[in-house]
């Protein structure tokens, strides 16, 4: 249960249409009349998925003051699914045709009719759905739901279509609204629409930062994963990473909140790159200080840009560690701050886990909207060649030996 225990993943949602903006009664209500309810017998026809109060896959305790916390609802889905294994469907057929041919006096199963090999089929079938309907074969899953009505804005560690879509259909089904998953470039527009900054941001393309690689062709790289994903604008999360990196080691880690106050950040133990030409493939640096390695600065020179990035942020009074994955804007490994003092029942330490992980999601979009104010800005053409100084300084003090050896690594 990443909420609330552990380190915490998560991705985000848009609660998009007519839903509810406010927790009540009513909310609880909801949930409450559409509880897990997997089918006992026979196979489900797909995944099933239901509500859950939060804390284990069977929690039907719905109640507001085990749910509801300054803001947020903790809530989990109870996804179900059946696989009953390929091995274990041919096993049963097998055996079922080789009744047959027994009983016909048939040397083998190949021998049988068309007929008696449907009727084996079905024998099959029944008994591998009884043994579901025992409970055999049967995953169960628990996704955990942090929900704020009135910021429309729903965290789940739902990346893959597998979870995504169950969940989206199990909120609408519930609560009328949509879930809508929010990338970089889709959260981007949101946060930068109320400035007015809409047709900017339809014209905003891939930013040339760095060098191509040898052999590509100079200019805007093509941002493969971003170009040919759902949300073309992606590449901003990228964007964002490799700002990062340059305040970090231009500005002392310190970046100014649009409401004035700072935050500091520390590129910590991973950095994950890939080639925004597509060429020259991916490199993963695990370690103390990776952006010191002779590595990292060839491979930022040489066309790699981030696409995940370890982090420390410190909004001056609590500090968290995460990776961040800057296309998705994906969550991965957050560590909370430990209490100074510990929380004397379990429903406080929810709450404090909680509050924390909501402030530590208004510090990483506070950081991700300063850098829109920069990214959209008359200044940005100058920011832009300052950080591109940045990359060709990075490698500078190299040897050419080195630079040699570390391009054709950075290069596998």
């Known amino acids: 249960m990443p909420f609330l225990n552990g380190t915490v993943t998560y991705a985000r949602f848009a609660v998009t249409g007519n839903a509810p903006e406010r927790i009540d009664q009513g909310v609880i209500d909801a949930f409450a009349?559409?509880?897990?309810?997997?089918?006992?017998?026979?196979?489900?026809?797909?995944?099933?998925?239901?509500?859950t109060a939060g804390y284990h896959i069977m929690d039907e305790e719905f109640a507001l003051e085990r749910m509801a916390f300054d803001g947020w609802i903790h809530a989990g889905m109870r996804l179900d699914v059946v696989r009953v294994p390929p091995?274990?469907?041919?096993?049963?057929?097998?055996?079922?045709?080789?009744s047959r041919g027994s009983a016909l006096g048939d040397a083998a199963p190949g021998w049988l009719s068309r007929t008696a090999r449907r009727e084996a089929r079905v024998e099959a079938q029944r008994q591998w759905e009884e043994e579901v309907g025992q409970g055999r074969y049967r995953s169960s899953k628990l996704v955990p739901v942090l929900w704020n009505p009135a910021e429309r804005t729903v965290l789940a560690p739902a990346t893959?279509?597998?979870?995504?879509?169950?969940?989206?259909?199990?909120?609408?089904?519930?609560?009328?609204?949509?879930l809508e998953p929010?990338?970089?470039?889709?959260?981007a527009l949101d946060l930068i629409a109320p400035r007015g900054q809409m047709r900017s941001f339809e014209d905003a393309l891939p930013d040339s930062l760095g060098h191509a690689p040898a052999g590509g062709v100079e200019g805007r790289p093509e941002v493969p994963w971003a170009t040919g994903g759902p949300e073309p604008k992606?590449?901003?999360?990228?964007?964002?990473?490799l700002w990062l990196?340059?305040?970090?080691?231009n500005g002392e880690g310190l970046i100014?909140?649009?409401?004035?106050?700072?935050?500091?950040?520390?590129?910590?133990r991973s950095i994950e790159s890939e080639c925004a030409w597509g060429m020259t493939g991916r490199q993963l640096l695990t370690g103390d200080g990776p952006t010191s390695w002779p590595e990292s600065r060839i491979a930022t020179r040489n066309g790699k840009w981030p696409r995940r990035m370890g982090l420390l942020i410190s909004d001056g009074e609590f500090d968290w560690s995460c990776s961040l994955q800057g296309d998705r804007f994906a969550v991965g490994g957050l560590r909370l701050p430990r209490p100074e003092v510990p929380a004397e029942t379990p429903v406080d330490a929810t709450r404090e886990r909680i509050e924390s992980i909501a402030a530590f999601d208004r510090a990483l979009l506070s950081l991700y909207d300063a850098f829109l104010l920069d990214r959209f800005s008359d200044g940005w053409k100058t920011k832009r060649g300052q950080m591109s100084d940045w990359l060709d300084d990075r490698s500078k003090g190299l040897s050419a030996r080195q630079q040699s050896r570390m391009e054709v690594a950075s290069s596998v």
Do not use: Q
Not at 234 to 241: A, K, T
Not at 245 to 249: G, L, M, N, V
């Open 182 to 187: 929010r990338s970089s470039g889709s959260l």
């Open 87 to 98: 091995e274990v469907r041919r096993a049963y057929i097998a055996i079922a045709e080789k």
């Open 256 to 268: 100014d909140r649009p409401d004035r106050r700072s935050i500091a950040i520390t590129i910590d």
């Open 234 to 241: 992606d590449f901003l999360g990228n964007v964002f990473l």
């Open 160 to 178: 893959s279509d597998s979870i995504v879509a169950p969940l989206r259909d199990l909120f609408t089904a519930t609560f009328g609204g949509r």
């Open 245 to 249: 990196w340059w305040r970090f080691e």
């Open 33 to 51: 009349a559409n509880p897990a309810r997997p089918t006992p017998i026979g196979v489900p026809p797909g995944p099933e998925a239901g509500w």
